[in-house]
Each structure stands twice: as structure tokens, then as C-alpha cells.
């Protein structure tokens, strides 16, 4: 029964210790949040900009290989934002559950994929299945730069700009987290290339940019050259704010799944402090037990000699 106890007071311990390194994490977590979400926010301006200026130049241009479907695409780069470290729940998992749907629905429509990764989690999880990346991107999930963006961009827009018989590809995809809030992030699959463009009435555009009127651009020298040097612009820029909400939706995983852990540590602390109580009053009984047999044994021996 002793050794019971000493088991018992042990796994209280270390579990104890356990529950301390998940509530530091989960502090940590809860500042990076914040700085992701400054970073987050502090984007959004440039990119609903660039966002209604593309959209105004979309409507000038007749043609644009950055804005016309291909009549039959054959290849897709697909971008798949995960996280560098662990202990974010579901984050990495969602990410890759959503980016196996969209290669599959790909594969469905004839189309080869190829897979660019960002985060070592990513990469280890195909290199684990042997699946084929053809860029990765490691170390930069929890603070991403405009630069990591660029340098992302410029490889898709290398590959999208040559011949599908040279290995370029028809279309990019990109597969990331939305924060949606502090306990909500929806992993999420958005086509960047070519450009999706929906017809809408003037009123529904006007909704979709704050309720604010579209402003009127002048083009020099021309509608055609601004696009041109606009669009991958655009495409860093999707890019980038995909990055940066992934760190924040990272971050809110982390979080949250740090706070299951520290609850769930001290619901078990609480489990094995009564299991401890009871092994212990167990303990005591039995000696109160033998402690009044050896008496009455004693006792009945004394009775005896006499």
C-alpha cells in the first residue's frame, strides 16, 4: 500500500511540473497573438488598396495571361502554409486535410499537381509518405516578412509564367488558415492564378469594400502596363497576408490547445490527489486494524496465563 502512495505522490509531481510548462506556453502564446494580429491588421490597408485597384483595372484590360483561364489546364502548383513547431492542436493537420482535398479534386479535373510547403511540419509529414514538394520554405511560419513572400512569390510566378511543356503550370493555388477569431481558424484553399473575376452590380462592389465608393483611376502609360506591374504585386501581397494569418491562427491553436492541456493536467492532478487520499486512509486503516488485533491478541494471551 506504501508503494501505491509513493506512485500516486510521484505522478502528482511530475504532472504538476507538466501543467507549469503548458501555462507558460500558453501565456507565450497569448502575447504572440497579439503581435501576429497588429501585423495582420497593420497589412490590411495596402491590401484592400491594391485589392480595389486591381479590381479597377481588371475591368479596362481585354487581355491578360494573368486574368484568362486556360482552355485545358494540365498542371496546378498548389501552396500548402503549415506550421515549424508542434503543440498547435489541429493546425498542421487541418492545413494538409484541406490541401489532400483540393490535389484530389485537381487530380479529378485531369490535372497534375505540384506542391510548394511552407513549415517543417508540412514537409515532414510528406516526406514521411515520400510525396514529391517542390519547394520548401522552413523557419519562417511564426514570423513572416514581406521578403519570405517575395521569395515565395517569385518561384510560383517563375513557374507560372513558363510553358506548361517546359514544366510551368495553369494555375496556383493557396492553402491557409483564416483567423476568424480567438477560438475559431478555418483552414481554407483560394485560387490566386488567374485571377477569379465575378460579375457584380455596383452596389454589391461598394458592400465589399466597406461601403465606400470605388475610387477612378488614370492609367500612365496604359491600363495593360500598370496590370502587368500591379498583378505580382497582388499576388506577393495574397501571399503574405495568407503568412500572416496563419501566424495568428497558429498562435490561437497553440493557445487553445495549451489551455486543454493545463486543464485537463490539473483535472488529473485532482484524479490522483483523491486516489492519493484514499490509498492513504487505506493505509492507516489497515494499521489501526493491526494495531487493535495485536492488542486483543495480547490481551486474550494475558486472560489466558491467568
Given amino acids: 500500500m506504501g508503494a501505491q502512495l509513493r506512485v500516486y505522490r510521484r505522478r502528482i509531481r511530475s504532472t504538476k511540473s507538466m501543467a507549469k510548462i503548458t501555462r507558460a506556453m500558453e501565456l507565450i502564446a497569448t502575447t504572440r497573438i497579439t503581435k501576429a494580429q497588429r501585423a495582420a491588421e497593420a497589412a490590411g490597408p495596402y491590401a484592400r488598396e491594391i485589392t480595389r485597384a486591381v479590381s479597377a483595372l481588371a475591368g479596362r484590360v481585354?487581355?491578360?495571361?494573368?486574368?484568362?483561364?486556360?482552355?485545358?489546364?494540365?498542371?496546378?502548383?498548389?501552396?500548402?502554409?503549415?506550421?515549424?513547431?508542434?503543440?498547435?492542436?489541429?493546425?498542421?493537420?487541418?492545413?494538409?486535410?484541406?490541401?489532400?482535398?483540393?490535389?484530389?479534386?485537381?487530380?479529378?479535373?485531369?490535372?497534375?499537381?505540384?506542391?510548394?510547403?511552407?513549415?517543417?511540419?508540412?514537409?515532414?509529414?510528406?516526406?514521411?509518405?515520400?510525396?514529391?514538394?517542390?519547394?520548401?520554405?522552413?523557419?519562417?511560419?511564426?514570423?513572416?516578412?514581406?521578403?519570405?513572400?517575395?521569395?515565395?512569390?517569385?518561384?510560383?510566378?517563375?513557374?507560372?509564367?513558363?510553358?506548361?511543356?517546359?514544366?510551368?503550370?495553369?494555375?496556383?493555388?493557396?492553402?491557409?488558415?483564416?483567423?476568424?477569431?480567438?477560438?475559431?481558424?478555418?483552414?481554407?484553399?483560394?485560387?490566386?492564378?488567374?485571377?477569379?473575376?465575378?460579375?457584380?452590380?455596383?452596389?454589391?462592389?461598394?458592400?465589399?469594400?466597406?461601403?465606400?465608393?470605388?475610387?477612378?483611376?488614370?492609367?500612365?502609360?496604359?491600363?495593360?502596363?500598370?496590370?502587368?506591374?500591379?498583378?505580382?504585386?497582388?499576388?506577393?501581397?495574397?501571399?503574405?497576408?495568407?503568412l500572416l494569418e496563419s501566424a495568428a491562427s497558429q498562435q490561437a491553436s497553440r493557445r487553445a490547445a495549451m489551455k486543454a492541456a493545463t486543464d485537463n493536467a490539473e483535472d488529473l492532478v485532482k484524479n490522483l490527489t483523491r486516489l492519493a487520499n484514499q490509498a492513504r486512509q487505506a493505509e492507516i486503516t489497515n494499521e489501526i486494524s493491526e494495531i487493535v488485533g495485536g492488542a486483543d491478541a495480547l490481551a486474550a494471551a494475558s486472560a489466558g496465563s491467568e
Avoid at 66 to 77: F, I, K, Q
Avoid at 127 to 144: D, K, M, S
Fill in 62 to 242: 481585354r487581355y491578360n495571361p494573368l486574368l484568362t483561364d486556360v482552355e485545358n489546364p494540365t498542371r496546378a502548383a498548389v501552396l500548402v502554409i503549415t506550421s515549424d513547431k508542434g503543440l498547435a492542436g489541429a493546425f498542421s493537420a487541418n492545413a494538409l486535410k484541406e490541401a489532400e482535398g483540393l490535389s484530389r479534386l485537381l487530380q479529378e479535373q485531369g490535372k497534375e499537381v505540384l506542391t510548394y510547403m511552407v513549415g517543417r511540419k508540412g514537409v515532414a509529414a510528406y516526406n514521411f509518405r515520400e510525396r514529391p514538394l517542390e519547394a520548401t520554405w522552413e523557419g519562417i511560419t511564426e514570423r513572416p516578412s514581406y521578403a519570405h513572400a517575395q521569395e515565395i512569390s517569385n518561384a510560383l510566378m517563375e513557374r507560372f509564367a513558363q510553358d506548361t511543356d517546359e514544366g510551368g503550370v495553369d494555375e496556383i493555388h493557396v492553402v491557409s488558415t483564416e483567423f476568424v477569431s480567438m477560438l475559431t481558424q478555418r483552414a481554407a484553399a483560394t485560387r490566386v492564378l488567374p485571377l477569379e473575376l465575378e460579375e457584380v452590380d455596383e452596389a454589391e462592389l461598394e458592400a465589399a469594400h466597406g461601403g465606400e465608393a470605388l475610387p477612378l483611376y488614370e492609367f500612365e502609360p496604359s491600363a495593360e502596363d500598370v496590370l502587368d506591374q500591379l498583378l505580382p504585386q497582388y499576388v506577393t501581397n495574397r501571399i503574405y497576408f495568407a
